[in-house]
């Protein structure tokens, strides 16, 4: 090794290669953006160290990144002077209060003034005389025991569930589970001593395990939504008639978010003859609080529940942990609202009678039975559906029941519901807003404020009641991965069958002061960048706040299918998601005929997923849900794939809120302008994933939807120009395909790192899909950090390709985008 190095890296690397028989493989030691992490040993290199204590509260926050990332945090810390030879030893435990802190500023910045505990041990030339205790040093086994905090608990858990199989979080949070004793992460963590689970309330839905938080659905509903949705639980109360009672049931409650804040809210139904029910002294005012029903399936929830809120509502369900008969699952049965014993009674046995069904109702029943009590259910219900539940339920687990439940039985007999079709059903929403209708909503001044996706109202006609108001809610803000909507409606309780548009007012949650409003504070609109808050589904109301109208829909896509057969159709073959030819066993006819230029899959409604529900490729998919498309028609259903290329993502306004559909007809089929738009973008689009290549049937498939030659496409973007030419933006796609063309007809070898890749073949016509993935290969790199990265072997090719998709989705967002909105095929 040389006495001095160029830079930090190069030394860090050398060291590394020095001490290489005694180390892990760099990914990982190159973890969590540190400079290395072997066993008990934090690893922090410099040129020269000038400012010591400086480097080592860098190694601090490090320490601090660990613990919050649910990784063990090393006993040593290593800071170790390159140019100087010098390596000094720090112990962790020393700084164990400033590892429980938080930085938000990143590690290597402000420093300064950081007081150090003890001396170090200082090993000098740690590469020749102290490099025996370098290797003893690198072998120390020892860690840091951390404290369980809200802040950290989270990746804890889901480590926790992902080194034990079939670990719960009645596992984790029991008297004696993992985080009150730890066994698998004993030395690691310290033993959790709280009375309860109250640091943990507001996140609890985030410990569950995987399969749980499918299958219960349950997502924190953040503050500022629930006091936004605080006016129209009080617009509810408002509709309360004089005289009467109120009962605020929420079935679904969690830890209770919806209802923290209702303490501090007076009742404002005057002369309320629940005031005498509220516990309040005399003269002093009751509070909305009072007048609430809780209740949650999950155990653990159940304990917050009971702990924040026995003696200050009317009832906490069930009345205890006995009475709600433990499942074993870490649920309570007797609070599983979907029951028949939820909503008739829990059996029970009587004296002398053992046969006759009795039942012993939950605290609702008086209040559903009095007519002189208004019913208000407030309420966030768990949201699942069956596909994701399918996919996440191993043999060796069972399910928690929702799909086999009573409500749901009691649903699919709905005269109503059958005739509606099965897909209300897939949703665990569905079933409480259906209940809520049916078992819980009876006298005209009745109302459910509940939050949900729209398409309960939307397309599947669950809620064919009074629109009172609603709001629109970004579902990310809700411990969800994606934006999407979230409605928040206030029902009344009389029918109306006749509307078919719902505004909603929209708010977005600026998370940590991220747009200077203050702390998670609501903002109308959305923090989405290019936002336009009148385009689309949006316009501006009268007090300035956008509004989403939610359009009833009820047509899909495949009602302007191509079903047509042909008598010289033939036996053909299938192709994966991928467009690449399919070997496994399909649900549909593969079809072959000269007249097919490709097979559309355009179903579902929603932009959930787009991916799978919105294909576009050269034969039959193997998966079906689609047509073919014939070369004299093509044209006039390809704007079902182009509507399927909406943006989305990121809009919360579009997902779950918008669907694609038919309710039109083929309205748009005799616009020639609107049809070469739609053709311009499939010809050109990344995601037209139609190939050009040999069937093992051995026939010969081109890519006839791409404009690389003499193709179908070509022709009849020809001929729809000659009535409707060409915009200077079409213009400029068109320019930029054939730079494209220009750099993929440069791929005439094999490239070194890509031997299994193609060369440019001038003898098919090619589609960028197919540029993409056989001609454009990359090689990877891997960083002094450890982090490897895809580097185009022609950037000038990748790079062409990349501006053709920006092009292109400029394209789709101005000029195709305002036409899907007029033709109705979005709404």
């Not at 509903?221 to 129209?232: A, M």
């Amino acid at each position: 090794m040389p006495n001095s190095y160029p830079n930090e890296t190069a030394g860090q690397l050398a060291f590394y290669k020095e001490f290489q028989p005694y180390l892990p493989a760099l990914p990982e030691i190159l973890i969590a953006s540190t400079d290395g992490v072997v066993k008990g040993n934090l690893l922090e290199f410099k040129l020269a160290i000038n400012d010591t204590p400086a480097v080592l509260f860098q190694a601090v926050k490090y320490l601090s990144k660990l613990r919050l990332t649910g990784r063990n945090v090393p006993r040593n810390i290593l800071l170790i002077d390159l140019n100087a030879k010098v390596l000094r030893v720090y112990d962790a435990l020393d700084y164990r209060d400033a590892i429980h802190q938080t930085y938000a500023i990143s590690a290597s910045r402000e420093n300064a003034g950081f007081h150090v505990v003890r001396e170090p041990e200082v090993v000098h030339d740690f590469l020749v005389g102290g490099a025996a205790r370098v290797v003893e040093l690198l072998k120390s086994d020892e860690f840091v025991p951390v404290d369980i905090t809200q802040e950290c608990v989270v990746p804890w858990a889901e480590r926790y569930y992902r080194e034990v199989p079939g670990s719960t979080k009645e596992h984790l949070l029991a008297a004696n589970g993992e985080l009150r004793k730890p066994a698998r992460f004993a030395g690691l963590v310290t033993p959790y001593h709280g009375d309860d689970w109250s640091e943990f309330k507001r996140i609890l839905d985030r410990l569950n395990d995987k399969l749980k938080k499918i299958e219960l659905g349950a997502f924190y509903t953040p503050e500022p939504y629930v006091k936004k949705s605080y006016e129209l639980l009080l617009t509810a109360i408002g509709r309360v008639p004089a005289g009467n009672d109120y009962v605020l049931i929420d079935r679904c409650a969690g830890t209770g978010n919806l209802q923290r804040g209702l303490d501090a809210i007076p009742c404002p139904h005057p002369d309320c003859p629940g005031a005498a029910a509220s516990g309040a002294e005399d003269g002093e005012p009751h509070t909305v609080l009072s007048h609430a029903i809780v209740n949650t399936y999950e155990k653990f929830e159940y304990l917050e529940l009971l702990r924040e809120f026995a003696g200050r509502v009317r009832a906490v369900i069930p009345p205890t942990v006995a009475a709600g008969e433990d499942s074993g699952f870490g649920t309570l049965l007797n609070g599983d609202a979907l029951s028949d014993r939820f909503v008739l009674g829990a059996p029970v046995k009587k004296d002398g009678d053992d046969t006759a069904d009795h039942r012993a109702p939950n605290a609702t029943r008086a209040y559903l039975d009095d007519p002189h009590c208004t019913i208000i259910l407030f309420e966030n219900p768990p949201y699942a559906d069956v596909a994701g539940v399918e996919a996440n339920v191993s043999g060796k687990k069972e399910s928690f029941g929702w799909q086999s439940s009573w409500v749901k039985k009691q649903m699919a007999a709905d005269p109503d519901i059958k005739a509606n079709g099965t897909q209300p059903l897939r949703d665990l929403t569905n079933l409480f807003i259906w209940s809520a209708f049916r078992y819980y909503l009876r006298l005209p001044t009745d109302s459910y404020v509940v939050y949900s996706p729209s398409k309960y109202f939307k397309s599947q006609g669950l809620a064919q009641k009074e629109f009172v108001d609603g709001y629109l809610f970004n579902r990310r803000r809700f411990h969800a991965t994606k934006d999407a909507g979230v409605s928040c409606v206030l029902w009344g309780n009389t029918d109306d069958t006749t509307r078919t548009e719902f505004p909603l007012k929209m708010y977005d949650v600026d998370e940590g002061d991220k747009y200077d409003h203050g702390d998670d504070a609501i903002v109308p609109g959305a923090l989405h960048k290019g936002f336009d808050p009148d385009s689309g589904n949006i316009s501006t109301g009268s007090d300035g706040v956008p509004v989403v109208t939610v359009h009833k829909t009820s047509s899909v896509f495949s009602a302007l299918f191509d079903t047509r057969k042909f008598p010289d159709d033939t036996t053909g073959i299938y192709c994966e998601t991928n467009g690449r030819e399919a070997h496994r066993k399909a649900i549909t006819a593969a079809v072959y005929n000269p007249n097919i230029v490709g097979y559309l899959r355009a179903y579902g409604t929603s932009f959930e997923n787009i991916d799978l529900y919105s294909q576009l490729t050269r034969c039959t998919a193997y998966n079906g849900n689609g047509f073919h498309l014939r070369s004299d028609n093509f044209a006039t259903k390809l704007p079902l794939f182009v509507a399927g290329r909406m943006a989305s993502e990121g809009r919360f306004w579009i997902r779950g809120v918008v669907n694609r559909c038919a309710d039109n007809g083929d309205n748009f089929s005799h616009d020639l302008g609107f049809l070469k738009e739609c053709l311009l973008y499939t010809a050109l689009a990344y995601h037209n994933k139609c190939l050009s290549f040999t069937g093992s049937d051995k026939r010969e498939y081109r890519n006839e939807l791409c404009l690389d030659g003499d193709t179908a496409a070509r022709r009849e973007l020809d001929r729809l120009a000659k009535s409707h030419p060409l915009t200077t933006q079409e213009d400029g796609l068109l320019a930029q395909w054939e730079a494209v063309l220009a750099e993929a007809r440069k791929v005439t070898k094999v490239r070194r790192h890509g031997a299994d890749k193609k060369v440019f073949d001038p003898s098919i016509p090619w589609g960028l899909y197919q540029i993409a993935l056989e001609l454009n290969t990359t090689h990877p790199v891997t960083s002094a950090k450890g982090k490897v990265t895809q580097i185009a072997d022609s950037p000038d090719l990748n790079g062409a390709i990349n501006t053709m998709k920006g092009l292109l989705a400029a394209y789709h967002a101005k000029v195709i985008t305002p036409r899907l909105w007029e033709f109705g095929l979005v709404k």
